[in-house]
């Protein structure tokens, strides 16, 4: 039983990096594709075209607030049922 537990374990430790790796890229290419967009705030300039509101405000790095949103998506949550 213990060595069964352990193998599953192991197994969802390369998962878990592989999937923390889809993630990564994800917000990456978010972050490329929104770095050109004047109406996001990034930490470089802000342009108030028509500001659009940000679901973590009080992160201050674009890529961290790209994350947690993929993060947020990939589990299913879409924040319908708030």
């Known amino acids: 039983m213990v060595i069964m537990i352990k193998n599953v374990l192991m197994d969802l430790k390369i998962f878990m990096l592989f999937y923390i790796i889809l993630i990564f890229m994800f917000s990456l290419i978010l972050g490329i594709?929104?770095?050109?967009?004047?109406?996001?705030?990034?930490?470089?300039?802000?342009?108030?075209?028509?500001?659009?509101?940000?679901?973590?405000?009080?992160?201050?790095?674009?890529?961290?607030?790209?994350?947690?949103?993929v993060l947020r998506y990939s589990v299913g949550d879409f924040g319908d049922f708030a």
Not at 49 to 60: R, T
């Open 33 to 69: 594709i929104g770095f050109g967009n004047p109406n996001i705030r990034t930490g470089i300039k802000l342009i108030e075209i028509e500001k659009v509101p940000m679901e973590f405000d009080g992160l201050d790095s674009v890529f961290f607030q790209n994350f947690l949103m």
